[in-house]
C-alpha cells in the first residue's frame, strides 16, 4: 500500500513538474517573438552589442556587399557630417530573402554611441538603435542628427537578418561598417550647383540623368557597383549651362542589382544609386 501511495505522489509531482515546464517554454517562445519579430535595440555587431544571432540561430557572414546604406544631406549623398546638421539615412539589403530584418548604431572612434536617430519609414528607434518597425521591406528609412563638436569619424554598424521564411535556422546574419568622416567649413555646396537626379529605365536599359547646372564643364559618366567597382564609363562632352538631360544606355551584359551612378562635372562628383532590374 505505500508503494502504491509513494507511486502516485511521484506520477502527481512528475505531471505538474512538465506542466509547468511547458508553460514556461511557450512563455518563452511568445516572449522572443514579441520581442523581436519587430526589431530590437543593441544588436547592430558593434563593439560590445551582440548581432541579431541573439535570436536567429544562423551564420554570421560579411555584409559589404548586401547592406547598402547612404547618408544624405537632402538627396544628396554623402560622405562626412556637420556638427549638429540633420541627415536622411537609407539602408537597402541586396537579397531576395523573404524575410529582412536590421538593426543600426552609430559610434565614434572611442566607441561611444553618438549622433541622434529620429523614426521614419519602416523603421524605428529603440533605445537609441534604429530597428526595423516592418519586415520584408527592400529599403528602410530614417534620419540622424550628427553630434554638435566634432567627434571624428563616425561609424554605422549595421546588421540585417535574411530569411527564407522557414525558421530561425535558415537565417543569414549580414554585418558591415559604414563610416561618415567630419568636414569643417561651410555646407557642401554641390546639391545646391547641381540638383542631381538619376534614374534606371528598363525598356531602354538605360540611365536617365537630369540636372541644373550653373557652369559649363566636361561631363564624365561613372557606374560602380556594390564592390566598388567601376563596371561602366562614358564621357559626355561638355554640360550646358542652365538644364541638362542626359541618357546612357547600359551594356546589357550588366547584372541585376544595387549601383551608384557617380558624374563628374568640371572636376565636382555627384551621385545617385539605382537599382537595375
Known sequence: MKNYYLLTLITIISFCFLSFNNLQTEKISVYHKT?????????????????????????????????????KDGVTPVTNYIPGHTYNVELTVSSNATDKGFNCSSM?????????FSAGIGAQIMGGSATHSTKNDVEWKWSWTA????????????????????????????????????????????????????????????????????????LFF???DMKGNSVFTYSLGKSLIGVNNEKIILPSQLKSGIYVVNLMIDNNAVSSKIIIQ
Not at 40 to 66: F, K, Y
Not at 108 to 116: D, E, I, K, L, W
Not at 147 to 154: N, S
Open 222 to 224: 561613372n557606374l560602380i
Open 108 to 116: 565614434n572612434a572611442s566607441n561611444v554611441y553618438t549622433g541622434v
Open 35 to 71: 520581442k523581436f519579430s519587430n526589431g530590437m535595440t543593441g544588436l547592430s555587431g558593434a563593439p560590445g552589442e551582440d548581432n541579431c544571432t541573439n535570436c536567429h540561430q544562423g551564420p554570421v557572414q560579411d555584409g559589404s556587399s548586401i547592406n547598402f546604406l547612404t547618408v
Open 147 to 218: 553630434p554638435l563638436t566634432d567627434e571624428g569619424d563616425i561609424t554605422f554598424y549595421v546588421a540585417t537578418v535574411n530569411g527564407d521564411g522557414t525558421g530561425l535556422s535558415s537565417d543569414v546574419v549580414y554585418l558591415s561598417q559604414h563610416v561618415l568622416g567630419f568636414t569643417s567649413g561651410i555646407k557642401e555646396t554641390v546639391k545646391e550647383k547641381f540638383c542631381f537626379e538619376a534614374g534606371y529605365s528598363s525598356s531602354n536599359n538605360s540611365v536617365d540623368m537630369k540636372f541644373n547646372s550653373i557652369i559649363s564643364g566636361d
